[in-house]
T-cell receptor, first 113, second 113 residues
Framework: DTEVTQTPKHLVMGMTNKKSLKCEQH?????MYWYKQKAKKPPELMFV???????INESVPSRFSPECPNSSLLNLHLHALQPEDSALYLC????????????FGPGTRLTVL | GESVGLHLPTLSVQEGDNSIINCAYS??????FIWYKQESGKGPQFIID?????DKRQGQRVTVLLNKTVKHLSLQIAATQPGDSAVYFC????????????FGKGTRLSVIA
C-alpha cells in the first residue's frame, strides 16, 4: 500500500480565517513533506519533516505553520493567508529523507478569498 | 544547486505510437532520478526511478534511459494510450541524504485517439 491521504479535498477560506490541512500515511515512512503547486507549474517544496523533526523550511512565510504530531500524521496550519496562496497543497512521504521515492497524496485545493 | 529542465512543454502523440519525454539536469553529483505522472486534479504518481549506477530501467510499457555524460534523462512510453494523457515530471536528487528532490517544469502529453 503506497497511499497518502489528505483532507480536506477542497478548502475555501477568507483572509482572516484559521484552518488546517491534514495528511496521513501508514507505510512506516519517516520523512514527510509539504509542497505547494500552482497551475501549470511543478510542485514547490515548503517543508520537510524527518523522524518527526522539521529538517527543511524553504523560507516559507510564517502564515503557514507545519506540525508533525506523530510519525504518521502531518498538519499544515493556515492563518491570515493571501489570495496568492491559493494553490494545490500536496503532502508526500518517503521511507527516509532523500534520496528516496516520495509518494504523493491527492492534494488539497485551497482557495483564499 | 541543481536545475532541471525539460525540452518540450507539450507533446502530442497518436494512440498506439511510442512517446519520448526528455529531461536535462545540471548537477553531475545527481544520483537518483524519478519520473512522475500527474493527471488533472490529482497528486503526482510515481512511475519509475533509476539510480546513477544504471543507464536503463524498464517497467510495464515504460523505459527510463539515463545518459550521465550529457546529463540527460528520458522516459519512453510504448504503445501510448489515452489514459497516458497527463503532465510528466522528472525529479532529481543527489546521494548526500540531505538534498530534496528538484522537479523539472513538466511536459504535458496529449494522446490523440
Amino acid at each position: 500500500d503506497t497511499e497518502v491521504t489528505q483532507t480536506p479535498k477542497h478548502l475555501v477560506m477568507g483572509m482572516t480565517n484559521k484552518k488546517s490541512l491534514k495528511c496521513e500515511q501508514h507505510m512506516g515512512h519517516r520523512a514527510m513533506y509539504w509542497y505547494k503547486q500552482k497551475a501549470k507549474k511543478p510542485p514547490e517544496l515548503m517543508f520537510v519533516y524527518s523522524y518527526e523533526k522539521l529538517s527543511i523550511n524553504e523560507s516559507v512565510p510564517s502564515r503557514f505553520s507545519p506540525e508533525c504530531p506523530n510519525s504518521s500524521l502531518l498538519n499544515l496550519h493556515l492563518h491570515a493567508l493571501q489570495p496568492e496562496d491559493s494553490a494545490l497543497y500536496l503532502c508526500a512521504s518517503s521511507q527516509e529523507f532523500a534520496p528516496d521515492t516520495q509518494y504523493f497524496g491527492p492534494g488539497t485545493r485551497l482557495t483564499v478569498l | 544547486g541543481e536545475s532541471v529542465g525539460l525540452h518540450l512543454p507539450t507533446l502530442s502523440v497518436q494512440e498506439g505510437d511510442n512517446s519520448i519525454i526528455n529531461c536535462a539536469y545540471s548537477n553531475s553529483a545527481s544520483d537518483y532520478f524519478i519520473w512522475y505522472k500527474q493527471e488533472s486534479g490529482k497528486g503526482p504518481q510515481f512511475i519509475i526511478d533509476i539510480r546513477s549506477n544504471m543507464d536503463k530501467r524498464q517497467g510495464q510499457r515504460v523505459t527510463v534511459l539515463l545518459n550521465k555524460t550529457v546529463k540527460h534523462l528520458s522516459l519512453q512510453i510504448a504503445a501510448t494510450q489515452p489514459g497516458d494523457s497527463a503532465v510528466y515530471f522528472c525529479a532529481v536528487t543527489d546521494a548526500s541524504g540531505n538534498t530534496p528532490l528538484v522537479f523539472g517544469k513538466g511536459t504535458r502529453l496529449s494522446v490523440i485517439a
